[in-house]
């Protein structure tokens, strides 16, 4: 706490440090206003070595404009910006109790469990919704303006204790309507495990490009392990550009045959090939959430699981809290011919045809593609084992 100052911009008191990402620290702290009125926030303070690199500030700066401008129950809202005395730059944020994707599926596999598949379809519906306001954003005109979210991974992902899911991180996305552009041709950013294979391959990010990394998100919460591994990230990089997808079932053969296709849905390598939007995707995935154990809610599951595996790590302790990580096990769907939702289930027809159809409507969110460019890999994860290393790739066949 020392290191940092108390009160920021006059108004927000720091209460502790949350946690530490790659450019920036998150606090946990405290409006305060008339009459012992008092707001819980998060503030993100990119740190002092990143502080004099313009391309890092520009992307902080994008991340609380792009911020600012989405507001839905499935993103994490921007309150203000602010800046002290330094120059350090403040974003002020909506405080979500609870944890991310990533930590959650590690604290059932720590355990030794999968974590339940209806959990991670509820959490991948939640994200689906927020990406979906984000792509859908329109200018106050009525033209379409999207934002392209490029960094959609478990860590991105906000789950609360009542359930509610959060996207966050917009700091590499990419505006229609911004006014200047915050990679070089041809560089790619984003973490590498869910890059797409058109951006791999230098094209442009694009709604497709957020729903391929959706589908590897849940892919890896499914199974707790990297659907693109390798023993270098060289490899690694080679193996999207092919986009070589491990067989899930193995892994989890609990898994329904729809979830399975809409997975592979959004993994296909052909961008026109997956989903053509988020809200499709969202809505397949809730027909597959059907299939799941009667009687139970998945968001009140969702969050008794986050407050389960919080209590076990010792974050927050409640006697009226369950004291171990739920198992909700799968039980098979009523026999066909039980009932005519069964019968006509949407996400059984899609299981059974194998692909998903991209609509016209949908198609128009497609951006075309780059031609031959000289990729410059610059990835935001911060362990990576190898250096950037520049790539060409061939030109497309005509």
């Known amino acids: 706490m020392s290191s940092s100052p108390a009160i920021i911009d006059g108004k927000y008191e720091l209460v502790e440090l949350a946690g530490e990402g790659g450019m920036a620290s998150v606090w946990k702290a405290a409006v305060r206003g008339a009459a012992g009125f008092s707001r819980t926030v998060a503030i993100k303070k990119i740190k002092s070595e990143f502080r004099a690199i313009r391309n890092y500030t520009d992307m902080f700066i994008e991340e609380a404009r792009v911020g600012s401008e989405l507001a839905h129950p499935n993103i994490v809202q921007v309150y203000d910006f602010c ?170 053969p609990d898994v329904p045959d729809e979830l399975l296709a809409v997975i592979n849905g959004a993994l296909t390598k052909e961008p026109d ?3 053509g939007s988020a809200a499709s995707m969202a809505f397949m995935l809730s027909e597959v959430l059907k299939l799941a154990p009667p009687g139970a809610d998945p968001q009140a599951a969702l969050g008794g699981a986050v407050v389960a595996v919080r209590n076990r790590l010792g974050v927050k302790r409640n006697p009226l809290d369950a004291d171990h990580v739920p198992t909700w096990k799968w039980q098979a769907p009523p026999p066909p011919g039980a009932s005519a939702a069964a019968a006509v289930s949407p996400a059984k027809a899609l299981a059974e045809r194998g692909k998903v159809e991209t609509s016209a409507h949908d198609s128009a969110l497609v951006a075309s593609h780059a031609e031959a460019v000289d990729v410059d890999l610059e990835f935001s994860k911060p362990d990576l084992t190898v250096e950037p290393l520049p790539l060409t790739t061939p030109k497309p066949k005509r």
């Open 83 to 252: 800046a002290d005395a330094e120059g350090s730059y403040y974003i002020v944020m909506e405080w979500v109790e609870g944890m991310d994707l990533g930590s959650l599926v590690k604290a059932y596999r720590d355990h030794g469990e999968h974590i339940p598949w209806p959990l991670v379809v509820a959490a991948g519906i939640g994200t689906l919704r927020g990406l979906g306001a984000a792509h859908e954003r329109k200018r106050p005109d009525g033209t379409p303006a999207p934002i392209v979210h490029r960094d959609v991974s478990p860590h991105n992902i906000l789950v609360g204790t009542n359930g509610v899911v959060k996207l966050t991180d917009f700091g590499l996305a990419r505006a229609r309507d911004r006014v200047f552009s915050l990679t070089a041709p041809g560089t790619v950013k984003g973490k590498l495990s869910y890059l797409s294979p058109e951006v791999a391959m230098g094209g442009q990010a694009t709604p497709l490009s957020d729903l391929f990394a959706m589908g590897a998100v849940l892919w890896e919460s499914l199974t707790g392990q990297r659907l693109f591994d390798g023993r270098s990230d060289l490899e690694v990089f080679k193996q999207i550009r092919q986009c070589l997808v491990r067989p899930l079932k193995p892994v989890r």
């Open 273 to 275: 090939r997956r989903f």
